[in-house]
């Protein structure tokens, strides 16, 4: 079964700028997307941003879209999320998560294995 490790977390203020990674392990077949999401305290986990696998193409939350990016590395087996001006609103435990394979159903907004996740804090 795969395994998701995230790295790349902390503490920041805002207008900060944050990378984080997610690794890949056991993995035994191509992913068709890997993807973000995040929690905030006393919210429901949304979703941030997917990137398909093989092709690249990537899809954002509206509000991020303009701030986030997602990208990932076939060889390394990794995805990333480049957050920059990160804003308090932004705090969250963010987790990597890979979908096994494509949905016309679920889109990018589905996923089946997840990390432990990552605590982002941005302070005013």
């Known amino acids: 079964q795969e395994q998701l490790v995230e790295s790349g977390g902390g503490v920041v203020q805002a207008g900060d700028s944050l990378r984080l990674s997610c690794t890949v392990s056991?993995?035994?077949?191509?992913?068709?997307?890997g993807g973000w999401f995040r929690q905030a305290p006393g919210k429901e986990r949304e979703f941030v941003a997917g990137i398909v696998w093989d092709s690249g193409s990537t899809y954002y939350k509206t509000a991020v879209k303009d701030r986030f990016a997602i990208s990932r590395d076939i060889a390394e087996s990794t995805v990333a999320l480049e957050m920059k001006d990160l804003k308090p609103e932004d705090t969250a435990v963010y987790y990597c998560a890979t979908k096994k394979a494509y949905s016309a159903r679920e889109g990018l907004y589905v996923y089946n294995y997840w990390g432990q996740g990552t605590q982002v804090t941005v302070s005013a």
């Open positions: 056991q993995i035994t077949y191509r992913p068709y997307a």
